[in-house]
T-cell receptor, first 113, second 112 residues
Framework: EAGVTQFPSHSVIEKGQTVTLRCDPISGHDNLYWYRRVMGKEIKFLLHFVKESKQDESGMPNNRFLAERTGGTYSTLKVQPAELEDSGVYFC???????????FGSGTRLTVV | QQQVKQSPQSLIVQKGGISIINCAYENTAFDYFPWYQQFPGKGPALLIAIRPDVSEKKEGRFTISFNKSAKQFSLHIMDSQPGDSATYFCAPQDTGRRALTFGSGTRLQVQP
């Protein structure tokens, strides 16, 4: 079984630019989650998809962040425009409907300069 | 408001020793209590988890102890090995919401 795939693994962009992160969950996993860890802070929940629907987006920090999950498969997280405080590691995870265990991807390290 | 407090921040243990990491929480809605293990450059991976109807769960060298009244749970690693060197996170969950609430992490180093 292939794991959760995220790309790019690293991204360095200038303040004000746009960046799009992608996550491919494990095939058959309807639940997809985005988390992030900014420097010196805990890993924080951003949002949760069930198939293509946003189930919980209470963790999204502001309207510069837009998440989509086309057709209930892969997901993208767009940051537009990026700010310095958006730097950190963005993790994606997926799980089956009744399985409380998550499988995380290796993350995308975003650096905004 | 910090909902989950994890300690210690870092831990150095000799090979063969016992590693103990603690997690205290405030949210009484949490009903699933996992520990995640993370190696450098990788995402967190589920290590072991417990539900509140039991006070202890053991899987190999890893044991979770759970104290519902104190709102605390801990991870014990017996016979610690250098390969256990990693960052450990408690991440209790309100399964009604499904989001995990992570502790700040404990960096464990097991010296050979």
């Amino acid at each position: 079984e292939a794991g959760v795939t995220q790309f790019p693994s690293h991204s360095v962009i200038e303040k004000g630019q746009t960046v799009t992160l992608r996550c491919d969950p494990i095939s058959g996993h309807d639940n997809l989650y985005w988390y992030r860890r900014v420097m010196g802070k805990e890993i924080k929940f951003l949002l949760h998809f069930v198939k293509e629907s946003k189930q919980d987006e209470s963790g999204m920090p502001n309207n510069r962040f837009l998440a989509e999950r086309t057709g209930g498969t892969y997901s993208t997280l767009k940051v537009q425009p990026a700010e310095l405080e958006d730097s950190g590691v963005y993790f994606c995870a997926s799980s089956r409907g009744q399985n409380y265990g998550y499988t995380f991807g290796s993350g995308t390290r975003l650096t905004v300069v | 408001q910090q909902q989950v407090k994890q300690s210690p921040q870092s831990l150095i243990v000799q090979k063969g020793g016992i590693s103990i990491i603690n997690c205290a929480y405030e949210n009484t809605a949490f009903d699933y209590f996992p520990w995640y293990q993370q190696f450098p450059g990788k995402g967190p991976a589920l290590l072991i988890a417990i539900r509140p109807d039991v006070s202890e769960k053991k899987e190999g060298r890893f044991t979770i102890s759970f104290n519902k009244s104190a709102k605390q749970f801990s991870l014990h690693i017996m016979d610690s090995q250098p390969g256990d060197s990693a960052t450990y996170f408690c991440a209790p969950q309100d399964t009604g919401r499904r989001a995990l609430t992570f502790g700040s992490g404990t960096r464990l180093q097991v010296q050979p």
